[in-house]
């Protein structure tokens, strides 16, 4: 069993920076894909970043079109957090953020999906003033 806790979210004007943090618990999660997802009011829930690997070697990041070239997703892996940078935040950005996980190796196309994460933690509101 994985558990997440997601934290650094908050008020942030836009063209400003904030960094969200993914705590995890309960395995080894360097060898797992990290994702995160985030969640507007009645809206999708969206996929925003992903890192992914076969060997805790090699990782493969993907990104969502509409944060690509904003965000970052990077991790420490002894600290078994995963990291989100969101840089030239947008109020479209404004949504609650989910820190999901998963122990299979994932493509750029699974990687996308929601269906492909078991683990998920419970959220943290993310707010962009104008």
């Known amino acids: 069993q994985v558990q997440l806790v997601e934290s650094g979210g908050g008020l942030v004007q836009a063209g400003n920076s904030l960094r969200l943090s993914c705590a995890a618990s309960?395995?080894?999660?360097?060898?797992?894909?990290m994702a995160w997802f985030r969640q507007a009011p009645g809206k999708e829930r969206e996929f925003v970043a992903a890192?992914?690997?076969?060997?805790?070697?090699?990782?493969?990041?993907y990104y969502g079109d509409s944060v690509k070239g904003r965000f970052t997703i990077s991790a420490d892996n002894a600290a078994d957090t995963v990291y989100l940078q969101m840089s030239s935040v947008k109020p479209e950005d404004t949504a609650v953020y989910y820190c999901?996980?998963?122990?299979?190796?994932?493509?750029?196309?699974?990687?996308?999906?929601?269906?492909?994460?078991?683990?998920w933690g419970q959220g943290t509101q993310v707010t962009v003033s104008s």
């Open positions: 999901a996980a998963d122990r299979s190796l994932r493509d750029g196309v699974s990687a996308r999906r929601r269906t492909s994460y078991v683990y």
């Open positions: 309960g395995r080894t999660f360097s060898s797992y894909t």
């Open positions: 890192r992914s690997t076969s060997d805790a070697r090699v990782y493969y990041r």
